[in-house]
């Protein structure tokens, strides 16, 4: 999931009403109401990537996922569609290993970076900017990737429908859909209030700290980001705040939104090392999907078969 994971590490002590109220423009006397507005304003929010898309690879720096994708990618002979492909963290390692590539996202800033990323390196892949759950493309894709976790974005059970329906639509008969997010089982236990380091991240000039807190998560998670500049005198240059939202989506729900939307399971996976998903124990859910043949296309291989 694009929004960041915590480490577990406690930064030193705040007033999170008080740091809210200050980044909301508020004043002292007024920071409960600026907490209860944010609370309150997260249920109808898109989170803005275009307002940290220029630092956004200061601080996300994760490849765990990038072998188990190559791999995937390698096995298709044909054009690729990457979900939610932000500044490029998936998409580079794609393309510079020959895949065919069509990147989308919801914010241009992110994409901005990544079209630059591709200018800079002399690559080449479409770039296109569109939500997820309302795509426009021929149905000529063999593989649709939704990497990152970051399914878990797509909030309500409306819009994941819709999302799974367009993804549906953009694949060439017996295409795959991979989706991934976070086993609630397990991610759940850190959705408790508590503001969490996510890590401390050099920059050209100083050190970017990022924490966090989340609330919620049945099944939606509110999460507010910190993102706090320090110079190499270790002085407090400026502060972000990153208002989150993501949903937590069950096993037998899912599996129930895919199967409606025309796709059969493959595969689910508990791990990028392609483990079994275990309730208890998996950190993720990878689910390898595919779409149905068309009728004419199986009365034709049947024919076929008989001859």
């Known amino acids: 999931m694009r929004t960041t994971e915590p480490n577990g590490e406690p930064p030193p002590p705040i007033n999170l009403e008080f740091e809210i109220m200050v980044l909301l423009g508020g004043s002292p006397d007024g920071s409960s109401l600026a907490f209860a ?5 997260m249920s109808t929010m898109q989170i803005d990537y275009d307002s940290v898309a220029e630092i956004y690879d200061l601080y996300v ?22 979900l939610t492909a932000g500044t490029g963290r998936l998409s580079l390692p794609l393309v510079q290993a ?15 970076v990544l079209s630059r990323k591709l200018t800079q390196r002399g690559l080449n892949a479409e770039v296109r900017c569109a939500d997820v759950c309302q795509l426009a493309f021929p149905p000529s894709f063999r593989l649709a990737i939704l990497p990152f ?24 008969p017996g295409g795959r859909f991979i989706c991934t997010f976070h086993n609630p089982a ?18 050209q000039d100083g050190t970017l700290v990022v924490s966090g807190f989340e609330q919620g998560g049945h099944p939606v998670v509110t999460r507010l980001q910190f993102l706090e500049f ?14 989150m939202e993501f949903a937590f989506i069950e096993k037998d729900d899912f599996d129930c939104m895919a199967r409606q939307a025309g796709f059969h399971v493959l595969d689910l996976f508990g791990n990028y090392d392609r483990s079994p998903f275990h309730a208890e124990r998996s950190p993720v859910m990878i689910w390898v999907l595919q ?17």
């Open 37 to 41: 507005a944010w609370n309150h304003d």
């Open 230 to 243: 320090f110079g190499s005198d270790g002085q407090l240059r400026s502060k972000q705040m990153l208002p």
């Open 291 to 307: 779409k149905e043949e068309s009728q004419q296309r199986q009365a034709a291989d049947g024919a076929a078969h008989r001859r």
């Open 98 to 112: 020959g895949v065919q590539l069509t990147c989308v996202d919801g914010s241009r800033g992110m994409l901005d």
């Open 186 to 203: 397990i991610r759940r236990t850190q959705v408790d209030g508590v503001l969490r380091l996510v890590g401390r991240f050099p920059t």
């Open 149 to 172: 976790q970051s399914f878990m974005e797509i909030v309500g059970k409306e819009r994941q429908r819709q999302a799974l329906a367009a993804v549906h639509a953009c694949l060439a």
């Open 61 to 82: 720096t994760a490849d765990y996922d990038i072998p188990f994708f190559l791999e995937e990618a390698r096995k298709i002979d044909g054009p690729v569609l990457e």
